[in-house]
């Protein structure tokens, strides 16, 4: 699987991006998949993810009420709609993809990552 993100840029606190995980070489449709975080300095972060069927999402607290990840199957593509930014969610985003079971919210879990996408939320 080789997953591609984008839709990152620089935004004003307030804003709104969505970013979308395009998956290419292998559908993933029975894939769980996930997206994570980087702020510099610091370790990689979970930030939502949604089972293979899409019934299930999870959010860390940071974002709950703000970010909503989907996703479109058919299009082999996930998506982070990310409203009401705040400077602190400024990171490269990541997406993965994971077959299995486990924590879905552990980095170690996921088996194929993007390679990111900068996120940048200005005060």
């Known amino acids: 699987v080789q997953l591609q993100a984008y839709g990152g840029g620089l935004v004003q606190a307030g804003g709104s991006l969505r970013l979308s995980c395009a998956a290419s070489?292998?559908?993933?449709?029975?894939?769980?998949m996930g997206w994570f975080r980087q702020a510099p300095g610091k370790e990689r972060e979970f930030v939502a993810a949604?089972?293979?069927?899409?019934?299930?999402?999870y959010y860390t607290d940071s974002v709950k009420g703000r970010f909503t990840i989907s996703r479109d199957n058919a299009k082999n593509t996930v998506y982070l709609q990310m409203n009401s930014l705040k400077p602190e969610d400024t990171a490269v985003y990541y997406c993965?993809?994971?077959?299995?079971?486990?924590?879905?919210?552990?980095?170690?879990?996921?088996?194929?990552w993007g390679q990111g996408t900068l996120v940048t939320v200005s005060s």
């Open positions: 993965a993809a994971r077959i299995g079971f486990g924590r879905i919210v552990t980095v170690s879990q996921y088996d194929y």
């Open positions: 070489r292998r559908t993933v449709s029975n894939y769980d």
């Open positions: 949604i089972t293979w069927s899409g019934s299930t999402t």
